[in-house]
């Protein structure tokens, strides 16, 4: 396809500044003194889309941050494909790990980005990964190419579970009426190695707190006699999980779906090895459920996993405190067909009954989310399949991601749509963690891909 090759040799380096500008705008949307930068990057988000050539161009307000909207209709006769990113990111935090500044984009070579891969927060999750579809719906406009159909729904609440997205989707059906949701907001395996997302885990994230005393105490004159919530919350929390990494909450795992033994083995030909973890991650051994592999580990089987924990003192030296509480986040990664609200309502009986009678316990449910399976037979994972086997000269393999896009499962239920997840973000891209980068490879790759799977969407 030289068109889009030429298009894009001629403007690779306008994309890459205009990536990087959108990158400088701390959108956290988890953080409340971010709220401003937030709304302004819907605005930036919005310029760039007409820019682009979008029509009927708009912010959608919600109860939370907005949506942005856009479309190109050329003929109704002819499908439309829904694009879904989002651009929150994550907080920037531990900031003293990042070698440079969360928000000031730097392009760096590394040894598995040996072009070049840009630093910041949001630079693969999702920033750089949506904006691959404003520049290649702005290539096939430019080239008089558009195949199809488009529409763009950008939101900004996906990092803390686009909590009010659920009513804008119920709200605005007739507007959202597509035929397929594209999606870039996962990865695949390496780039001489394209994969496509089939699989979304679901979600079910609770804060717990174990009360005891009602103030701190001299741990010297009460330590021993009075139980401490940070020793008994750690306990409770260890007992979630067995010997065999079993989690251990009655009924948990009812409604998991096993897989057959064929589809085990269909899914052990991924080239995904444990040395990947331990070369990559600096660990002498993987760690999990008893009976599977990491692949499986991480994709068709749940987990539960404590994000942060906290409670006593934490500061400089040493203070002999017996605290009054301790608090943890727990998450639980789900598979079909668990249900979150299920899980959230199991894990809270169960962890109830578990506190010994000298403290009280809280749990708070956060977010959740449903998990969500693709087929690879339907029409719209065959386009991608097309697309990636012209750009990779490979066929893409499917694999089942462990991450999450709650609004996935939503997106079926609401408006009877699946979703390709055609990812470009590699696991090392250390989304969420400091020095979050993405390829430059993987960028342009990506703007090359997208149009390919328009034209093999669109054939009949
Ligand atoms: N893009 C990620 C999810 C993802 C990344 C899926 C890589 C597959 C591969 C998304 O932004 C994300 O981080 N989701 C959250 C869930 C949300 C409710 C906070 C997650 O998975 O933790
Ligand atoms: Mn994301
Ligand atoms: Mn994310």
Redesign the pocket.
């Known amino acids: 396809m030289e068109y889009i090759k030429n298009y894009i040799t001629q403007n690779k380096d306008r994309f890459i500044e205009e990536l990087i500008e959108l990158l400088k705008i701390p959108s956290i949307s988890a953080d409340s003194a971010y709220k401003e930068q937030t709304f302004k990057t819907a605005d930036e988000v919005k310029k760039r889309l007409i820019e682009a050539g979008a029509d009927k161009v708009e912010i959608c307000q919600t109860d939370g941050y907005p949506v942005v909207y856009g479309e190109k209709i050329i003929d109704t006769n002819k499908p439309t494909v829904l694009v879904y990113g989002?651009y929150d990111v994550q907080p920037a935090d531990p900031i003293n790990l990042w070698e440079s500044p969360p928000f000031e984009p730097i392009i760096k070579k590394t040894t598995i980005h040996p072009e070049g891969a840009i630093f910041a927060r949001g630079a693969c999750?999702?920033k750089g990964q949506f904006y691959m579809h404003v520049k290649a719906f702005e290539l096939m406009m430019k080239t008089n190419t558009l195949p199809c159909n488009i529409k763009f729904m950008i939101e900004g609440e996906?990092?803390?579970?686009s909590e009010n997205l659920g009513t804008f989707v119920k709200q605005n059906k007739v507007k959202l009426k597509a035929d397929v949701i594209l999606i870039s907001?996962?990865?695949i395996i390496a780039n001489d190695v394209p994969s496509i997302?089939t699989g979304?885990r679901g979600?079910s994230y609770l804060e717990v707190e174990v009360i005891g005393p009602n103030r701190d105490l001299h741990s010297g004159l009460y330590g021993g006699a009075v139980a401490n919530p940070i020793n008994i919350l750690t306990k409770m929390i260890a007992s979630l999980t067995d010997e065999n990494n079993h989690i251990t909450i009655p009924g948990f795992y009812d409604k998991v779906v096993n897989l057959s033994d064929a589809e085990r083995q269909e899914m052990a030909k991924a080239p995904i090895t444990d040395k990947n973890y331990l070369e990559s991650l600096n660990i002498a051994a993987v760690h999990g459920e008893k009976g599977y592999t990491s692949l499986e580990r991480v994709s068709i089987r749940p987990t539960l996993d404590v994000n942060g924990i906290w409670g006593g003192y934490i500061g400089e030296g040493a203070k002999t405190v017996l605290p009054s509480k301790a608090y943890a986040k727990i998450s639980m990664r789900l598979v079909p067909h668990q249900i979150s609200d299920e899980i959230t309502e199991l894990f809270s009986k169960h962890f109830e009954s578990i506190a010994p009678k000298s403290v009280k316990v809280k749990v708070t449910p956060h977010?959740g989310?449903a998990p969500y399976v693709t087929p690879t037979d339907f029409n719209g994972y065959i386009a991608a399949k097309k697309a990636m086997e012209t750009t990779y000269g490979k066929t893409p393999i499917p694999v089942r991601?462990g991450?999450?896009?709650?609004i996935v499962a939503l997106f079926e239920k609401e408006l009877g749509l699946k979703s390709v997840l055609m990812?470009f973000?590699l696991d090392s891209d250390a989304?969420?963690s400091p020095n979050e980068h993405y390829g430059i490879f993987n960028f342009l790759k990506g703007i090359e891909t997208i149009p390919l799977f328009f034209n093999y969407y669109s054939e009949k």
Do not use: V, Y
């Open positions: 989002h999750d999702d996906e990092e803390i579970g907001d996962t990865g997302t979304l979600l977010h989310g991601s991450g999450s896009i709650p990812g973000g989304i969420h």
